[in-house]
């Protein structure tokens, strides 16, 4: 099994920067692909940007050149750096690795951008 925990959300001023983590742990060998997901009322989820095996990244159309995915492999973890925040960007933000073609989500963490 994989578990996956998300950090590093809050209450930030548009303008502002965050920086998301995910932490992963279980029986984890290879992973596929690792990304960010975000999930607003009312909307369905969408992708922020997602990073290979191979380390090939791409991002969603909103978020290019603000947004940055990392990764270290050894510590397995995924990171999100998050600036020039916009009150759009509200919503929870889930971590997803895809592994041997399963999906594995964390429960996701709360960004509120005010304006």
């Known amino acids: 099994q994989v578990q996956l925990v998300e950090s590093g959300g809050g209450l930030v001023q548009a303008g502002g920067s965050l920086r998301l983590s995910c932490a992963a742990s279980g029986s984890i060998f290879s992973i596929n692909r690792m990304g960010w997901y975000r999930q607003a009322p009312g909307k369905q989820r969408e992708l922020v940007a997602r990073?290979?095996?191979?380390?090939?990244?791409n991002y969603g159309d909103s978020v290019k050149g603000r947004f940055t995915i990392s990764r270290d492999n050894a510590k397995i973890m995924l990171y999100l750096q998050m600036n020039s925040l916009k009150p759009e960007d509200t919503a929870v933000y889930y971590c997803n690795f895809l592994i041997y073609g399963r999906n594995y989500w964390g429960q996701g963490t709360q960004v509120t951008v005010s304006s």
């Open positions: 990073i290979t095996s191979g380390g090939s990244t």
